[in-house]
């Protein structure tokens, strides 16, 4: 017995395994897809998953031709909503916990100590309250 690998069979055996991560790959992706997908109802996600199990092939090529261009909006989309939730956390992360309130008080504290002036005190109080 040959139990020796060419490097001709070692080549083909791992662009094998490599083209069958990427389609497991892009089963993952198409199946995101259509769970994300706000235009199409309970029942035809469901058909989509059960064509994309019964033939995976003929499956992920029709999908592809039949919403594709949906695809990059609705993740574009996703993009967008993750980065608008990001930046409206960090934001609220930036500003802390202090009510307006607490800042007034901490500049009356301020001008009772003589740190700052009363025009001072009512110039910031003004901007506060704007």
């Given amino acids: 017995m040959d139990d020796d690998f060419s ?3 070692v080549f083909f055996s791992m662009l094998y395994f490599f083209l069958f991560i990427a389609w497991i790959y892009l089963l ?3 199946a995101t897809d259509i769970f994300r997908s ?6 035809a996600k469901a058909l989509w998953i ?3 199990v019964i033939l995976p092939i003929v499956g992920s090529l029709i999908y592809l031709i039949a919403r594709g261009r949906g695809m990059t909006e609705r993740q574009g989309e996703d993009y967008r909503q993750r980065e ?8 609220d ?3 802390g916990s ?3 309130a607490d800042e007034i008080e901490k500049l009356a504290r301020l001008r009772d100590a003589g740190t700052i002036t009363s025009a001072e ?3 910031q109080k003004a901007k506060l309250l704007v």
Avoid at 38 to 43: E, F, H, I, Q, V
């Fill in 93 to 95: 992360a930036a500003r």
């Fill in 7 to 9: 490097v001709l069979e």
């Fill in 50 to 52: 059960l064509f994309l």
């Fill in 38 to 43: 706000r235009d199409m109802g309970g029942w």
């Fill in 28 to 30: 993952i992706v198409i």
């Fill in 98 to 100: 202090t009510s307006t």
């Fill in 121 to 123: 005190f009512e110039a």
């Fill in 84 to 91: 608008q939730a990001f930046q409206s956390y960090v934001q």
